[in-house]
């Protein structure tokens, strides 16, 4: 095949993996549906598998998701094509009252300076991880719009909301996906939490900037993010452990998997994460492994630094709720010599901040005293 292998064919002979799937069956050359809109030119992605973008003459962009989903971004006064495949959703710009589920585009979203086209969401005030989001919701100028999973569908067709971009958690109730098809609303489940590559969350604004026509900001916003980012991971590893959980309902230790974007955080500010093997552990899910204590306590004891993960559950604020939650901490190295932190519980929505996360971490594990936002020490 050699270098006529087109980017198509590559997808539909599954070289292209995750998106093998994707747009192959049933398209026909006649001129109409996506092949009136010519040639399409990938757009370059360099971290993010879970997605990708082809833009086409005119401003047309077609994302398509790892999940199968397709969506055509329209841009103002241009139709999209008749005889569109049934899969492919439409998007049309300029978008306006948007209703924003997902707290993880939020910060990407702003950075690309898109928040006035956001006016319904199901997030907060008090659980916005952005302080101009916090604003909006506090004045009124985004409304809360009640849970992914109990809409107020009532406000949102008010609304006249054209565009949901939700997380993964829409897969869960695909009754309220359906019933906000059924008002109109396209639906966009954004994937990043699904992405290994740390940067390859961030990327994900590349297609928020698609999706709301502000594709030099993305860019911009993208470029400077991974340059800190390099900067950051640059100072080299400190030849410390560290240990990244919580305590669940059970009092067994969820970590995060090996290789997660995490970790690669952790390991970008110098620390060695503690891992463990899925192999008897008692659930594992596309990003965590949970172990009973005692085997968690065999593998993490020594580590040289604690940073216990309050995203999760309520948290702690001191060195005596952590034992509280189980007794064998206790004899954990890093609470004896009081190496244990507690991180933001909006940690994992703060991807655009990804590069002072690492820089105190990275405080953290080498006990600087340099001041931190994003992780605090427990006395």
């Not at 009640?146 to 109730?173: F, K, M, Q, S, W």
């Not at 309050?310 to 702690?316: E, K, L, P, R």
């Amino acid at each position: 095949m050699g270098s006529s292998l087109t980017r198509r064919s590559a997808v539909c002979l599954g070289l292209l993996a995750p998106l093998a799937l994707v747009g192959c069956a049933g398209e026909k050359d006649d001129g109409s549906g996506l092949d009136a809109l010519g040639e399409a030119t990938p757009v370059a992605l360099e971290h993010a598998t879970q997605f990708t973008l082809d833009a086409y003459e005119g401003g047309f962009r077609l994302a398509s998701l790892a999940s199968g989903d397709r969506l055509l971004v329209v841009p103002e006064g241009a139709e999209p094509p008749t005889g569109l495949p049934a899969d492919v959703a439409v998007i049309r710009q300029p978008l306006a009252n948007v209703y924003l589920v997902s707290t993880g585009m939020i910060c990407l979203v702003d950075a690309i300076g898109a928040l006035d086209a956001v006016s319904v969401s199901s997030v907060r005030a008090e659980d916005s991880p952005v302080e101009a989001f916090t604003a909006r919701l506090e004045d009124r100028t985004i409304t809360y719009g009640g849970l992914y999973r109990a809409p107020d569908y009532e406000l949102i067709a008010a609304r006249g909301c054209p565009l949901a971009i939700e997380n993964t958690n829409i897969d869960h109730v695909p009754e309220v996906r359906a019933k906000l098809e059924e008002l109109g609303v396209t639906v966009l489940m954004e994937q990043s939490s699904r992405e290994e590559d740390m940067l390859g969350r961030l990327e994900w604004i590349k297609l928020m900037g698609a999706v709301f026509g502000r594709e030099d900001e993305a860019a911009e916003a993208f470029d400077d993010v991974a340059a800190r980012v390099e900067k950051a991971a640059a100072e080299g590893p400190l030849g410390k452990t560290v240990a990244f959980f919580y305590v669940n309902e059970d009092g067994a230790a969820v970590t995060r998997r090996a290789g997660d974007y995490f970790c690669q955080m952790i390991e970008a500010a110098g620390g060695e994460y503690v891992s463990f093997a899925e192999e008897g552990a008692t659930d594992s899910s596309p990003t965590t492994v949970t172990v009973e204590m005692e085997r968690f306590y065999e593998g993490a004891r020594d580590a040289d630094v604690i940073v216990y993960n309050g995203t999760i559950d309520d948290g702690v604020t001191g060195l005596d709720q952590l034992v509280e939650k189980n007794a064998l901490l206790a004899d954990f190295r890093a609470v004896r010599e009081g190496n244990v932190w507690a991180c933001d519980s909006n940690l994992y929505q703060q991807i655009t901040s990804m590069a002072d996360i690492i820089r105190d971490l990275r405080a953290a594990i080498s006990s600087s005293g340099e001041p931190t936002s994003y992780v605090w020490r427990l006395g």
